[in-house]
Structures are given as C-alpha cells and as structure tokens.
C-alpha cells in the first residue's frame, strides 16, 4: 500500500476565488490521480498527473479550471479555478504503484465548500 | 457508455448476519475489479480485488465472487460488525497496461447492533 497525504483537509472559500490542493506520498510512484466525489456520489476521474509531462484531462474537465502540477514522483498539487458553489466536492488524489497490481490507493481527501 | 453499477443503494444489516453487496457492470473487457470501503470523511479503502480469470477470491472475513456470463460482482462479508458500515464501491479496468477505472455508483452498509 502507499501512506498518501492531502493538504488542506477541508476548506471553505468564498465564489470566484482559487484553491491549490496538495498531495503527498510517502513513495515514488508513477501515475498519480485526481478525483472528484460530489456530495453522496462516487468518484468521477479529473485527471491523470504523470511526472514530467502534463496531465491528461478526462471528458468534461479542462486544464484552465483545474490546473494540475506534477514536479516529482511523490507529490502533485491540484487546483480548483474560479470555484463556484458547484466545485463544493470531495477532491481525492490516488497513486498507482504500477507492476502487476492495478490497484490505486487513496488519499484521505479535502472537502471543499464554495459559498 | 459503459459503466458499473449496483442494485441496492443501501442495506441494513444486523450485527453477526453475512451480507451481500451486489455490483453489475457492463464493459466485457474488464479484466480487474476491485472493491473499496469508504468511511464517513476517509478516503476510498481497498478491500478486496479479483482478476477475470478467477471466480471467487477470500480475504479476512470478505469473499469476492465474480460471473463474467451474467457480468456480475459481489462482495461477501462475514458476520457483519458495526466497523464495517460504510459505503462500499466496486471498480473495474479493462486489461493492457494501465487503463481508466470506472467506480460504481456504492453501496450503503448499515449494520445495526
């Protein structure tokens, strides 16, 4: 398994503003993931975030909205861009230790409010 | 699209019962499931996984079955204890390398003492 860190564990922000969420692991991994939980749904994929290139965009989500940095193999950060009530979500980050095992484990989380 | 769904949206369970979460899925070329726990403000948990060329897996106290005629999913818990309500969420990945993987929708465990 890998010990996964997110930095903040919850925020409240104002409309409009901008918040970077950080992701920490305890280990090089290769794939790193963002996601995003709405209120009593499941995860729906953002993004993957490789080292040393950028990230690859699922349907529906933009680099602009949701800038991601990846500068090594154990961190990454995400942001969410000029938040609107409708970012409020869990955003999750999960690594992929690659090999035979195609499991990704998780991070704790940050729940974020948009008023 | 494809997607991965369950049937039930929640169950209750009593304390020491078995119970059965149930998951469909819909992509034929899924080759990994996976099952993950998810507690109230943590992040997803992995239980449990099964590759396609198998049709049942144990682990400690949970069992996973797989019917890939039916493409049905199923996590077993035995002897349900109150630690192990949650929201319960089957995902899969089709084979070749890294791939996306698709969470369904959950599941809501409440065991009640």
């Known amino acids: 398994s890998a010990v996964i860190s997110q930095k903040p564990s919850r925020d409240i922000c104002q409309r409009g503003t901008s918040l970077t969420i950080q992701c920490q692991v305890d280990?090089?991994?290769?794939?790193m993931f963002w996601y995003r939980q709405q209120p009593g749904q499941s995860l729906t994929l953002i993004a993957t975030a490789n080292q040393g290139s950028e990230a690859t965009y699922e349907s529906g989500f933009v680099i602009d909205k949701f800038p991601i940095s990846r500068p090594n193999l154990t961190f990454s950060t995400l942001t969410v861009s000029n938040m609107s009530p409708e970012d409020s979500s869990i955003y999750l980050c999960?690594?992929?230790?690659?090999?035979?095992?195609?499991?990704?484990?998780f991070g704790p989380g940050t729940r974020l409010t948009v008023l | 699209g494809e997607s991965v769904g369950l049937h039930l949206p929640t169950l209750s369970v009593q304390e020491g019962d078995n119970s059965i979460i149930n998951c469909a899925y819909s992509?034929?070329?899924?080759?990994?499931f996976i099952w993950y726990k998810q507690e109230s403000g943590k992040g997803p948990q992995f239980i449990i996984d099964?590759?396609?060329?198998?049709d049942k897996r144990q682990g400690q106290r949970v069992t996973v079955l797989l019917n890939k005629t039916v493409k049905h999913l199923s996590l077993q818990i035995a002897a349900t204890q109150p630690g192990d309500s949650a929201v319960y969420f089957c995902a899969e990945t089709p084979s070749g390398g890294y791939q996306k993987v698709t969470f369904g929708i959950g599941t809501k465990l409440q065991v009640i003492p």
């Open positions: 099964i590759r396609s060329n198998m």
């Open positions: 280990s090089q991994v290769t794939m």
């Open positions: 992509n034929s070329a899924s080759d990994y």
């Open positions: 999960s690594v992929d230790r690659g090999g035979r095992s195609d499991t990704q484990y």
